[in-house]
């Protein structure tokens, strides 16, 4: 009887204690970032809290691809949910550069049924709300372990890889005249 009564505790107390599951505020986000060199990755977080990725190594062009598949965690969630709820309030910029060469860059665009917030960031010196948005999601991507054998396409990855130069038109050696 006494075991009856404590499994009916334990029982009230789980039931009692379940906590409202908040949904994205997002309809998706999407992120590219690229070192300045040869490491890139593009990624889109969906409003299943599903994160697809792809890890690049890019030269001129797309040399090899790893792409992943993870689920956030609910304080994940939460946590981007605040970062997309104060950004509709400040309304950032959509360029936020710095003067460098071989900088690291990202873009990130947040897609909502009321619009879409896009910004593209170089160099690291920006510390405001949309950049520590991307830090965030930065550091929670970096571990993601779920390889998948499917190659993502994203929207974003084209700005990702390189224009090639301009077909170099050829020019012709007139020596100078003697006068």
């Known amino acids: 009887m006494i075991k009856l009564i404590k499994l009916f ?15 994205p505020v997002y309809d998706s986000i999407e992120l590219s970032f ?3 060199w040869p490491y890139a990755f593009s990624l889109k ?20 691809v790893k792409c992943f598949c993870d689920t956030l965690s609910q304080s994940s969630v939460d946590s981007l949910n605040y970062f997309v709820s104060e950004l509709k309030n400040r309304k950032p910029d959509s360029v ?8 690291s860059w ?7 049924t009321e619009g879409r917030i896009e910004s ?8 405001n709300l949309i950049d520590s948005l991307a830090d965030f999601i930065l ?13 993502y396409s ?10 090639p130069p301009p077909m170099q038109v050829e020019t012709k050696f007139t020596p100078l005249r003697k006068i």
Not at 96 to 103: I, K, L, P, V, W
Not at 120 to 127: A, F, L, N, P
Request: proline share 2%; aromatic share 8%.
């Open 154 to 163: 994203f929207p974003l990855t084209e700005r990702l890889v390189p224009t």
């Open 96 to 103: 936020y550069a710095e003067n460098c060469q071989d900088c």
């Open 120 to 127: 593209e960031i170089t160099g690291d010196r920006h510390k």
């Open 9 to 23: 505790w334990v029982l009230a107390l789980i039931s009692s204690c379940k906590s409202e599951i908040a949904k």
């Open 139 to 151: 550091r929670h991507s970096y571990g993601m372990k779920n390889r998948v054998d499917t190659v």
């Open 106 to 112: 990202y873009t990130i665009r947040i897609n909502e």
């Open 45 to 64: 977080i969906d409003s299943a809290n599903v994160v697809s990725k792809c890890d690049y190594k890019i030269i001129s062009k797309i040399e090899s």
């Open 34 to 36: 690229s070192s300045g």
